[in-house]
């Protein structure tokens, strides 16, 4: 029927519009080709038989499409066979390119159908899974297993496994605490102790474990005067030597305990009773302070030294000063109008000055009576002295000694003899000089036996001292024809001396000169230091007499090689406890000579200067609102009062600008200090490794610098930056800082800027290529 109404119509002479097929027809056709074409594949290997065709296509009868409508269908069937009798295929799907797109979506749709109905089955089982389990294959069947971190059935139960039921030993190891979470868990290291791999958290999977931090490597962690010890976990503080801890206990802890340690300072030293301290001294440990009796008083031993102990106080001094009462004995008369006498030994620290009172009665009663007082002043233990007396004339002569000394007075009677006794001797003598300071004296005289005194003058200059001078006397009694009497002179001195014959009535004299050789003993005893820098000895030589030290200081740096200081000079000095402080540079090893003019052996004492603060660093200073961070410019510093050990950048809230202090040593790490409250150390460079030139380094750039994290600065915060330099040596550590940057209101640094930069034109790059990919 539908053939007789295709060839009873007559032909088209234009373009006729052919109506599609709806979608419900095209799913239907979609679906019965479908069916044929499982129908004629064969089944898997291993599966069961097919059902014959019949009961397929009366199950596709039993469920009838709806009919098209009728122009459709016979515009449909008018068009297909057309197609048939022109030879061209396409089933109706028009021609050109516009069929063919068709022909391409149909095929689509055929396919997806396709899938959906075989893999309907598997795609419940899946979708039935736990929002924590995934669906897996496993011997040809879907399976819902749960994720790693959780146990269950995988489709109704999958729950949250906890790791560290175990205990952190176990699971994280030693010096760990284990935190669970959901799915999963993390190791953190306890206090006293990092992880291996300098992070925060981590799991124990990559061999990274705990290992112990040693908190000594931050300088100045025990506060000033304090000694670091690293411990398992932990460390203890004890005070350095010259230093006692005050406020706690030691060992101490800075954040636990309020001990702190105190340099140690004896105080004013204590008093001795009728004594006095000779010179200068210091109150710090070692330091020494040396005690002398007063004039008028004595003491065995004759002086005595009091040193700071490591206490804090003064040792107790052991002098005990006594006055002195000096016993004259022995008082005797010689030459006629010569008096002699002697005193108790012990020892005399200075000279005595004798009063002598002298009262004379003529044998002629018509001479008036004949008084006088004389004073001596001599160190000798036997003075002698010769009077201007009258001759033939009875005289009391009483001996004594002035205050502060105290004795009891001596008394002698005696009388002088008349002119003719004192005729029989001419009184000439010559003098010869042999062992440099003997004299050899001859004497010409016409009584044989005869006692005579000679008087001996003797003075002595140095050429390289203005104020030296030496001068002695004394008087020398002999019956000898031939004596000899040896000088006590000083070395390396010219001398002048004089002798005179006492008691005869031409005073004959003779006068020569001496000049000694220096010492070949050492002069110079007891050499010590003090106050770092000051020298202290005691001169062998007799007190008061003044001499002249050439000292010659060389001074060298282990750190600095080409460090060196020289110099020379003289001083001159009458004390016998002189002292000298040099003028010497921080941080240096000195080997420093000394030696007395008068001696021709030098002394030779080694000392070390303490450092000081290393020069400011060398930044210049930014003041940044908002905007990004330039880069610090770091510049190696000059070791010039010291060895720099390290430069550290220091990361501080603007609120701590008046209470920080350069030395202060409690800045902590990043990840140490809960809240950036106090700080923080961003990094942390050794000297070593800082070039010679400059380096530069970028504020927050998540590196690490040394052992410090240097972690981006927290926006809409204000900061100072500050740059700090420490130089540490025997034990002393010494900082100087310098504020770098002034932060307020942080925003990113440049890098951080420049890689949100990045990301954006990166993000416009996609956006812009998405619509032409969907072309």
């Given at each position: 029927?539908e053939?007789?109404?295709?060839?009873?119509r007559a032909?088209?002479?234009?373009?006729?519009?052919?109506?599609?097929?709806?979608?419900?027809?095209?799913h239907?056709r979609a679906?019965?080709?479908?069916?044929?074409?499982?129908?004629?594949a064969?089944p898997?290997?291993?599966a069961?038989?097919?059902?014959?065709?019949?009961p397929r296509?009366?199950?596709?009868?039993?469920?009838?499409?709806?009919?098209?409508p009728?122009?459709?269908?016979r515009?449909?069937?008018r068009?297909?066979?057309?197609?048939?009798?022109e030879?061209?295929?396409?089933?109706?799907m028009?021609?050109?390119?516009r069929?063919a797109?068709?022909?391409?979506?149909?095929?689509?749709?055929?396919?997806?159908?396709?899938?959906?109905?075989g893999?309907?089955?598997?795609?419940?089982?899946?979708?039935a899974?736990?929002?924590?389990?995934?669906?897996?294959?496993?011997?040809?069947?879907k399976?819902?297993i749960?994720?790693?971190?959780?146990?269950?059935?995988?489709?109704t139960?999958?729950?949250?496994?906890?790791?560290c039921?175990?205990?952190?030993?176990?699971?994280c190891?030693?010096h760990?605490?284990?935190?669970?979470?959901?799915?999963?868990?993390?190791?953190?290291?306890?206090?006293g102790?990092?992880?291996?791999?300098n992070n925060?958290?981590?799991?124990?999977?990559?061999?990274t474990?705990?290992?112990?931090v040693?908190?000594?490597?931050?300088?100045?962690?025990?506060?000033?005067?304090?000694?670091?010890?690293?411990?398992?976990?932990?460390?203890?503080?004890?005070?350095m030597?010259?230093?006692?801890?005050?406020?706690?206990?030691?060992?101490?802890?800075?954040t636990?305990?309020?001990?702190?340690?105190?340099?140690?300072?004896c105080?004013?030293?204590?008093e001795?009773?009728?004594?006095y301290?000779?010179g200068?001294?210091?109150?710090?440990?070692?330091?020494?302070?040396?005690?002398?009796?007063k004039e008028?008083?004595f003491?065995?031993?004759?002086?005595t030294?009091?040193?700071?102990?490591?206490?804090g106080?003064?040792?107790s001094p052991?002098?005990?000063c006594?006055?002195?009462?000096?016993?004259?004995s022995?008082?005797s008369v010689?030459?006629n109008?010569?008096v002699?006498?002697?005193?108790?030994?012990?020892?005399i620290n200075?000279?005595?000055?004798?009063?002598?009172?002298?009262?004379?009665?003529r044998l002629?009663?018509?001479?008036?009576?004949?008084e006088?007082?004389?004073?001596?002043?001599?160190?000798?233990?036997?003075?002698?002295?010769?009077?201007?007396?009258?001759?033939a004339t009875?005289?009391?002569?009483s001996?004594?000694?002035?205050?502060?000394r105290?004795?009891?007075?001596t008394?002698?009677?005696f009388?002088?003899?008349?002119?003719?006794?004192?005729l029989?001797d001419?009184?000439?003598?010559?003098?010869?000089?042999?062992?440099?300071?003997?004299l050899?004296?001859?004497?010409?005289s016409?009584?044989?036996?005869?006692?005579?005194?000679?008087?001996?003058?003797?003075?002595?200059?140095?050429?390289y001292?203005n104020n030296f001078?030496?001068?002695?006397?004394?008087?020398?009694?002999?019956?000898?024809?031939a004596?000899?009497?040896?000088l006590?002179?000083?070395?390396?001195?010219?001398?002048?001396?004089n002798?005179?014959?006492?008691?005869?009535?031409?005073?004959?004299?003779?006068?020569?000169?001496?000049?000694?050789?220096?010492?070949?003993?050492?002069?110079?005893?007891?050499i010590s230091i003090?106050?770092?820098t000051?020298?202290?000895?005691?001169?062998?030589?007799?007190?008061?007499?003044?001499?002249m030290?050439?000292?010659?200081v060389?001074?060298q740096?282990w750190?600095?090689k080409e460090?060196a200081?020289e110099?020379?000079?003289?001083i001159?000095?009458?004390?016998?406890?002189?002292?000298?402080c040099?003028?010497?540079?921080?941080?240096?090893?000195?080997?420093?000579s000394?030696?007395?003019?008068?001696?021709e052996?030098?002394?030779?004492?080694s000392l070390?200067?303490?450092?000081?603060?290393?020069?400011l660093?060398?930044?210049?200073?930014?003041?940044?609102?908002?905007g990004?961070?330039p880069?610090?410019r770091?510049?190696?510093?000059k070791?010039?009062?010291g060895?720099?050990?390290?430069?550290?950048v220091?990361?501080?809230p603007?609120a701590?600008?008046?209470?920080?202090?350069?030395?202060?040593?409690?800045?902590?790490?990043?990840?140490?200090?809960?809240?950036?409250?106090?700080?923080?150390?961003?990094?942390?460079?050794l000297?070593?490794?800082v070039?010679?030139?400059?380096?530069?380094?970028?504020?927050?750039?998540r590196l690490?610098?040394?052992?410090?994290?240097?972690a981006?600065?927290r926006t809409?915060?204000?900061?100072?930056?500050?740059l700090?330099?420490t130089?540490?040596?025997?034990?002393?550590?010494?900082?100087s800082?310098a504020?770098?940057?002034?932060?307020?209101?942080?925003?990113?640094?440049?890098?951080q800027?420049m890689?949100?930069g990045?990301?954006?034109?990166?993000?416009v790059?996609?956006?812009?290529?998405?619509?032409?990919?969907?072309?």
């Open positions: 029927m053939r007789t109404r295709r060839e009873g032909p088209s002479l234009g373009p006729r519009r052919v109506p599609r097929a709806t979608a419900r027809q095209v239907a679906h019965e080709r479908s069916g044929r074409e499982e129908a004629r064969p898997p290997p291993g069961p038989a097919a059902p014959s065709a019949a296509r009366r199950k596709r009868r039993a469920g009838p499409l709806p009919a098209a009728a122009a459709l269908s515009r449909g069937g068009r297909r066979s057309r197609a048939r009798r030879g061209r295929g396409g089933g109706g028009g021609r050109g390119p069929g797109g068709r022909l391409l979506a149909l095929l689509l749709l055929l396919g997806l159908g396709r899938v959906a109905t893999a309907a089955g598997a795609d419940d089982i899946c979708a899974c736990h929002e924590h389990a995934t669906c897996e294959q496993r011997e040809e069947k399976m819902c749960c994720k790693y971190g959780f146990v269950g059935n995988g489709r139960q999958c729950v949250d496994k906890n790791e039921q175990f205990g952190a030993t176990v699971v190891g030693n760990t605490s284990c935190h669970n979470t959901l799915g999963g868990f993390y190791c953190i290291c306890l206090e102790y990092r992880a291996t791999n925060k958290t981590f799991i124990p999977n990559d061999g474990f705990c290992t112990d040693d908190e000594c490597a931050v300088s100045g962690l025990c506060r000033r005067g304090g000694r670091c010890v690293n411990t398992h976990g932990s460390f203890e503080c004890y005070c030597d010259g230093y006692l801890p005050k406020n706690g206990p030691e060992p101490f802890h800075p636990r305990d309020a001990t702190s340690c105190t340099e140690i300072d105080g004013a030293p204590p001795v009773p009728d004594g301290i000779i200068n001294y210091t109150s710090r440990l070692g330091g020494q302070v040396r005690y002398a009796c008028g008083f003491s065995v031993p004759e002086d030294v009091s040193s700071c102990t490591a206490s106080a003064w040792e052991k002098l005990n006594q006055e002195i009462i000096t016993e004259i022995d008082v010689f030459n109008t010569c002699r006498w002697q005193i108790n030994p012990g020892r200075s000279k005595i000055v004798y009063v002598i009172y002298i009262k004379g009665q002629d009663p018509m001479e008036s009576v004949h006088e007082t004389v004073n001596l002043t001599t160190d000798s233990r036997t003075p002698e002295v010769c009077l201007d007396l009258y001759q009875n005289y009391t002569v001996i004594s000694t002035a205050p502060p105290r004795s009891v007075p008394t002698i009677g009388q002088t003899a008349e002119e003719d006794d004192l029989e001419d009184g000439t003598f010559n003098i010869s000089i042999f062992n440099e300071a003997c050899k004296l001859n004497r010409h016409r009584k044989a036996g005869s006692e005579r005194m000679y008087q001996f003058k003797v003075l002595g200059l140095r050429r001292l001078y030496h001068a002695t006397s004394f008087n020398f009694t002999t019956r000898e024809q004596s000899v009497v040896c006590d002179l000083y070395p390396a001195t010219d001398y002048t001396v002798i005179t014959l006492l008691g005869s009535l031409e005073q004959h004299s003779v006068q020569m000169t001496i000049t000694t050789a220096p010492a070949v003993k050492q002069t110079i005893a007891n003090f106050n770092e000051c020298l202290r000895w005691r001169s062998m030589m007799t007190a008061d007499i003044e001499e030290y050439f000292f010659r060389r001074g740096r750190y600095q460090f200081q110099m020379s000079f003289n001159t000095t009458s004390s016998q406890t002189p002292e000298m040099l003028d010497l540079h921080p941080g240096t090893n000195y080997s420093v000394v030696q007395a003019l008068s001696s052996l030098p002394v030779v004492i070390t200067t303490q450092i000081t603060e290393p020069p660093p060398e930044a210049v200073f930014f003041t940044v609102h908002g990004p961070l880069r610090l770091l510049r190696k510093a070791e010039k009062n060895p720099i050990s390290s430069y550290q220091l990361v501080l603007l701590l600008q008046n209470t920080f202090s350069c030395d202060s040593e409690g800045t902590t790490s990043f990840f140490s200090n809960a809240s950036d409250a106090d700080g923080y150390v961003a990094a942390e460079l000297a070593k490794d070039p010679d030139d400059t380096m530069e380094i970028a504020i927050g750039d690490y610098y040394g052992k410090y994290y240097n981006p600065l809409g915060n204000d900061y100072y930056i500050i700090r330099i130089s540490e040596w025997n034990k002393v550590r010494r900082y800082c504020v770098w940057t002034q932060v307020k209101d942080s925003s990113l640094t440049l890098e800027m890689g949100v990045l990301g954006s034109v990166a993000a790059i996609v956006l812009a290529f998405l619509p032409f990919s969907a072309v």
